[in-house]
Structures are given as structure tokens and as C-alpha cells.
């Protein structure tokens, strides 16, 4: 969809994308407090080596709310 009208009258229209990410970030830094961060595991790495160790480590599966 195009914005030209909007910007060539002077308006700096903000993206469905932008918006949505600029709420998503307010809401993360609002309640950063509540975050477990041992149940939020990364799934992605760099290197190969990185993968493998931690595959096998098995704190980062380990039910700890038990």
C-alpha cells in the first residue's frame, strides 16, 4: 500500500510494522519483571559447538517449578 499522498501533504505516517513493534517493546519492558528467564530457552546459535553444548546440558530442560 502506498503512503506518497500522506508524505507529499507534509505526514509522517507510521507502518502497521513499526507500530506493532514499538507496542510489543512497551509491553516487554512493562512487565520484564514477571519473565522467568529459565524457561526461555534460545533455539538458535551461532557455531556448531555452541549447539552441541548445549544440547547437553541438561539444566536448560530441567522442570525446576517441581
Request: glycine share 4%; net charge positive.
Amino acid at each position: 500500500m502506498s503512503n506518497a499522498k500522506f508524505v507529499a501533504a507534509g505526514l509522517n505516517p507510521i507502518t502497521v510494522e513499526v507500530g506493532l513493534m514499538e507496542e510489543v517493546v512497551d509491553i516487554t519492558k512493562k512487565y520484564s519483571d514477571r519473565c522467568d528467564r529459565s524457561k526461555v530457552l534460545p533455539s538458535a546459535f551461532w557455531t556448531k559447538s555452541r549447539a552441541t553444548a548445549a544440547a547437553a546440558d541438561t539444566s536448560r530442560t530441567e522442570d525446576k517449578s517441581v
